[in-house]
């Protein structure tokens, strides 16, 4: 990822989560990280596919203290999921919601945008999945 693409994500990245501490750094040509104040929080993947450009952001949510390897994403776990979301990206309109007939994730929103999932993941506890297009970024940076 080059400064150009960093910049560009960055800036829409903090816009959307109105964290204005939020950027990108490279780690190579496609890949980078999400820092929030400096440190870094999630890896960042580039992928070029038959022209579409787009990034994938990977957020990983350690789970709860003794909580079960596949337990699902209930109303308690979502709430705690916001909680942590909110305070890791600083994004106070983060909000975390049930989807329909699915208990292994829940949906990402910030206001009524919809901006990711959160899945269970065996190893890490739940993972929040970002998808973001180059088109999004048109007009930042």
């Given at each position: 990822?080059?400064?150009?693409?960093?910049?560009?994500?960055?800036?829409?990245?903090?816009?959307?989560?109105?964290?204005p501490t939020v950027s990108i750094v490279s780690r190579g040509?496609?890949?980078?990280?999400l820092l929030v104040d400096g440190k870094a929080i999630a890896e960042v993947f580039r992928d070029d596919d038959e022209g579409e450009l787009s990034y994938a952001i990977s957020l990983?949510?350690?789970?709860?203290?003794?909580?079960?390897?596949?337990a699902p994403i209930d109303d308690a776990e979502r709430a705690r999921l916001q909680t942590a979301l909110r305070q890791v990206l600083h994004a106070a309109e983060l909000d975390v919601r049930a989807r329909?007939?699915?208990?292994?994730?829940?949906?990402?929103?910030?206001?009524?945008?919809?901006?990711?999932?959160?899945?269970?993941?065996?190893?890490?506890?739940?993972?929040?999945?970002?998808?973001i297009l180059d088109i999004d970024l048109d007009g930042e940076g």
């Open positions: 990822m080059d400064a150009t693409e960093c910049t560009r994500l960055g800036a829409y990245l903090s816009k959307l989560l109105g964290s040509q496609d890949e980078g990280a990983i949510v350690p789970r709860a203290a003794g909580a079960k390897k596949n329909p007939r699915k208990t292994d994730s829940a949906e990402v929103y910030v206001h009524d945008e919809f901006v990711g999932t959160v899945s269970v993941d065996e190893d890490e506890g739940q993972v929040l999945t970002m998808s």
